[in-house]
């Protein structure tokens, strides 16, 4: 059975335990609207993601029936 040998020191305990970082998330820009957007993600000021239109979104709803 694996037992330490002798106590670990807050100072080595605290080091350790100060290396869990969270990391920023990968921003991008939209290459339709030029927004920010979270890579790999749906754009959500225009609704495309890979050049498909993915979400229609609210407000291109309101332009539609406003036109029809």
Do not use: F
């Not at 002798?6 to 030029?34: D, V, Y």
């Amino acid at each position: 059975m694996a037992v330490p040998k002798s106590k670990t020191s807050k100072a080595k305990k605290h080091s350790r335990a100060a290396n869990w970082k969270i990391s920023s998330p990968a921003i991008g820009e939209c290459p339709r609207c030029h927004e920010p957007k979270l890579a790999h993600r749906v754009c959500k000021n225009c609704g495309y993601y890979d050049g498909k239109q993915v979400l229609v979104l609210e407000k291109e709803k309101d332009k539609e029936s406003k036109s029809a």
